[in-house]
C-alpha cells in the first residue's frame, strides 16, 4: 500500500480545498478498502484494518483539494474488476493495488513548509529559504 501515497498523492503549494478535500480522500480510503475486502475477503483482513493500514501510508488530513479526475478515479475504482486493480505481481505473484491512470496524483496535499506566493513576492522571504 505504501506505493498507494506515490501514485495517489501530488505536491501543491497553498490552496483552498478544506474538509471537502479531507473527506474526498477519506471517502476515496473506504473505497480502495472496501474492494480489497471485496475481492481477497480471505486475506485482507477486515475494512477498518486497511484503513488503519493505508491510513499509516498517507494522510487525508493533509489534502488540500483533489484534482479534476477524482469522479472518474472514483468511478474506476468502484466499476474495475479485481483483477484489474489487483493484478499479479510479476516477481512475487502477490497481488498488488493498481490504480487506474485516473488516480494518479488525484489527491493534492500542501507540501511541508510550503509558504504562500504572496510572501515571496512581498519579499518577506526568498525561494531558498522555502527550500
Not at 503549494?13 to 475481492?39: L, N
Not at 488540500?64 to 477524482?70: A, D, E, L
Amino acid at each position: 500500500m505504501k506505493k498507494l501515497f506515490l501514485l495517489v498523492f501530488g505536491v501543491v503549494g497553498c490552496s483552498d480545498g478544506g474538509d471537502s478535500a479531507v473527506e474526498k480522500c477519506d471517502d476515496f480510503v473506504d473505497v480502495v478498502c472496501d474492494r480489497a475486502v471485496e475481492c481477497f475477503p480471505a486475506g485482507s483482513g477486515t475494512h477498518s484494518q486497511c484503513v488503519q493500514e493505508v491510513q499509516t501510508a498517507i494522510s487525508c488530513g493533509s489534502a488540500k483539494q483533489v484534482s479534476s479526475t477524482y469522479d472518474r478515479c472514483m468511478s474506476q475504482l468502484r466499476g474495475n474488476s479485481c483483477g484489474a486493480l489487483f493484478p499479479p505481481d510479476p516477481q512475487s505473484g502477490e497481488r498488488e493495488l493498481v490504480l487506474p491512470a485516473d488516480c494518479n496524483a488525484v489527491i493534492l496535499v500542501r507540501e511541508a513548509g510550503a509558504l504562500p506566493e504572496e510572501a515571496m513576492s512581498r519579499g518577506a522571504i526568498t525561494a531558498a529559504e522555502v527550500l
